[in-house]
């Protein structure tokens, strides 16, 4: 069995702060983690993913998630925040060899100027 | 790499009425998903397909929805006949397994009045 949860529903930061959205998961095998990010009315883009190499995961638009196999937990950061990161974000768990991807709820990032 | 191609981008039509959406995954992709999304379910997997056969449908809602893919470059998607609960953003995503990424189209916003 995997589950995903996404520990806020709506992050709000300033521009040019940090950026952190929770994200735990469950998995009965080595999982594979993702975060996608999601544009208003757009589809689903990959940011990042982990499949069992380096645990600090570095993906585009400055974006990184750090695996933490004893907390369970792969949780998305960013330095400084920008205006074009406001976005829904999907934290995605996929155990072992399963094909099925199962989706956390979303975190709406909000970036006031 | 022209991504997953998705059409239409929107759909609004009867209920009732047949409703087709399209999905082109990216070649040499060898798995294809259609998923839902709505703002009460989140992102939902109606049916795998590896290889061009069906996995697993178990996510299809109903017999009113139907999906095959003829050959490795087209799916479809079927509701038979449509109903508003059916609205929903509908996405197509293609794998390859040793990639372990999955790519997603752009969604077919339906919407059924």
């Known amino acids: 069995a995997q589950s995903v949860t996404q520990l806020d529903s709506h992050v709000s930061v300033s521009e040019g702060t940090p950026v952190l959205l929770r994200c735990n998961y469950s998995?009965?095998?080595?999982?594979?983690l993702f975060w996608y990010v999601q544009h208003p009315n757009k589809g689903l883009q990959l940011l990042l993913k982990?499949?069992?190499?380096?645990?600090l995961v570095k993906g585009i638009n400055g974006f990184e998630a750090e695996f933490k196999k004893s907390e369970t937990s792969f949780h998305l950061t960013k330095p400084s925040a920008h205006m074009s990161d406001a976005a829904e974000y999907f934290c995605?768990?996929?155990?072992?060899?399963?094909?099925?991807?199962?989706f956390g709820k979303g975190t709406l990032l909000t970036v006031n100027p | 790499d022209a991504g997953v191609i998705q059409s239409p981008r929107h759909e609004v039509t009867e209920m009732g009425q047949e409703v087709t959406l399209r999905c082109k995954p990216i070649?040499?992709?060898?798995?294809l998903f259609w998923y839902r999304q709505t703002m009460m379910r989140g992102l939902e997997l109606l049916i795998y397909?590896?290889?061009?056969?069906?996995?697993?449908d178990s996510g299809m809602p109903e017999d009113r929805f139907s999906a095959k893919m003829p050959n490795a470059s087209f799916s479809t998607l079927k509701i038979q006949p449509s109903e508003p609960r059916d609205s929903a953003v509908y996405f197509c995503?293609?794998?390859?397994?040793?990639?372990?990424?999955?790519?997603f189209g752009s969604g077919t916003r339906l919407t059924v009045v």
């Open positions: 995503a293609s794998s390859s397994l040793q990639v372990y990424s999955y790519t």
């Open positions: 998995s009965s095998y080595s999982p594979s």
């Open positions: 982990y499949t069992s190499a380096a645990t």
């Open positions: 995605v768990v996929r155990s072992g060899s399963n094909y099925k991807l199962t």
């Open positions: 070649s040499g992709h060898n798995s």
């Open positions: 397909f590896n290889n061009n056969v069906p996995i697993d």
